[in-house]
């Protein structure tokens, strides 16, 4: 079995400012993980993965991602938070025997602010 | 060019009508998927198909029915809908187990 807990389900930053959005997963299996942004009435679009090669994931518009599997964990950071990355985010992980299927985190909201 | 796209992307229907909502990708994929997103956003797997094969099939009521014609689609129907089929349904699609690319979603409201 697996699970994905996004520990914060709202941030706010001001532009300019950090980002760091949390996740921790749990699986049986190495796990494939991804992060994923949903803009308001959008689709998802995929940020970065990680599939067990380097741990430190870079991903679009400057974010990325730090695999540890002593923590399981797979935080989203972005050092420089821009107005246009307000969006909910998304951690979910892969893997396991069910072929392709994903499990979603409840999502994290992202606020910026001028 | 749109890579993974949906129609129709709003649908208004009364419970009992069927209705369907057709996917279709044209990045080569081999693998196409469908998840519901309820009003709390959150989304979870329905359906998956590898090469026209049914290998995902969660806990879904069987009046949800996906077919798919080809690779390259992946249409969903539902008989009878209810309230509570109210929701965004996003379609998707991967080359294997790789990751998953979505579509823009169909935004289900059943009065």
């Known amino acids: 079995a697996q699970s994905v807990t996004q520990l914060d389900s709202h941030v706010s930053v001001s532009e300019g400012t950090p980002v760091l959005l949390r996740c921790n997963y749990s699986?049986?299996?190495?796990?494939?993980l991804f992060w994923y942004v949903q803009h308001p009435n959008k689709g998802l679009q995929l940020l970065l993965k990680?599939?067990?090669?380097?741990?430190l994931v870079k991903g679009i518009n400057g974010f990325e991602a730090e695999f540890k599997k002593s923590e399981t964990s797979f935080h989203l950071t972005k050092p420089s938070a821009h107005m246009s990355d307000a969006a909910e985010y998304f951690c979910?992980?892969?893997?396991?025997?069910?072929?392709?299927?994903?499990?979603f985190g409840q999502g994290t909201i992202l606020t910026v602010h001028p | 060019d749109t890579a993974v796209s949906q129609t129709p992307k709003y649908l208004v229907t009364q419970m009992g009508n069927d209705k369907s909502i057709k996917c279709e990708q044209n990045?080569?994929?081999?693998?196409m998927y469908w998840y519901k997103q309820d009003s709390k956003k959150f989304l979870k797997i329905m359906f998956s198909?590898?090469?026209?094969?049914?290998?995902i099939n969660e806990t879904v009521p069987n009046r949800f029915s996906p077919k798919s014609p080809d690779k390259a689609h992946l249409n969903l129907h539902i008989n009878s809908l209810e309230l509570g089929d109210s929701a965004v349904y996003f379609c998707a699609s991967s080359l294997r187990d790789a990751e998953q690319y979505f579509g823009p979603g169909t935004r289900l409201t059943v009065t």
């Open positions: 990045l080569g994929h081999d693998t």
């Open positions: 979910v992980v892969a893997g396991g025997t069910s072929y392709g299927k994903l499990t």
């Open positions: 699986s049986s299996y190495s796990p494939s």
């Open positions: 198909y590898n090469n026209k094969e049914l290998i």
């Open positions: 990680y599939t067990s090669a380097a741990t």
